[in-house]
C-alpha cells in the first residue's frame, strides 16, 4: 500500500494550497481518508477526514470553513483544499487511510510521507 501526498510548497499569509493524495494498493473506495498535520516540536494532529461514503469529519480546531476535504474514489486519490492560510498552518501534512471509524493518529492503517507546507506572514 502507498499513499503519495503532494501539492505542498510555500505560501503567503492569505493564499491557498491544494494537496493530493494518491492511493494505490488497497481498495480505495472502501476506506475512510483522514489529513493530519504535525508542526515543528508538536505532535501530529487531526485536520480533518471524509469517509468511504463521502461523509466530512472537520477537525475540532479553526480549520473549518477553511480546509475542504473531498475525494475521487475512480483517481484514487483524495484531496484537502486550504484556504486563507497562516502560518500556524505550517506543518508538514500527511494523508492516511483507515478501515475503522475513528481518525485517530494512533488508529489509521496506512500513512504517507507527508507534505511540507509552509505560510510566511
Known amino acids: 500500500v502507498q499513499l503519495q501526498a503532494s501539492g505542498g510548497g510555500l505560501v503567503q499569509a492569505g493564499g491557498s494550497l491544494r494537496l493530493s493524495c494518491a492511493a494505490s494498493g488497497l481498495t480505495f473506495s472502501r476506506y475512510n481518508l483522514g489529513w493530519f498535520r504535525q508542526a515543528p516540536g508538536k505532535e501530529r494532529e487531526f485536520v480533518g477526514g471524509i469517509g468511504w461514503t463521502g461523509g466530512v469529519t472537520n477537525s475540532p480546531y479553526s480549520i473549518k470553513g477553511r480546509f475542504t476535504i473531498s475525494r475521487d474514489n475512480a483517481l484514487n486519490t483524495v484531496y484537502l483544499q486550504m484556504n486563507n492560510l497562516k502560518p500556524e498552518d505550517t506543518a508538514v501534512y500527511y494523508c492516511?487511510?483507515?478501515?475503522?471509524?475513528?481518525?485517530?493518529?494512533?488508529?489509521?492503517?496506512?500513512w504517507g510521507k507527508g507534505t511540507q507546507v509552509t505560510v510566511s506572514s
Open positions: 492516511a487511510a483507515t478501515m475503522g471509524s475513528v481518525y485517530k493518529t494512533s488508529g489509521m492503517d496506512y
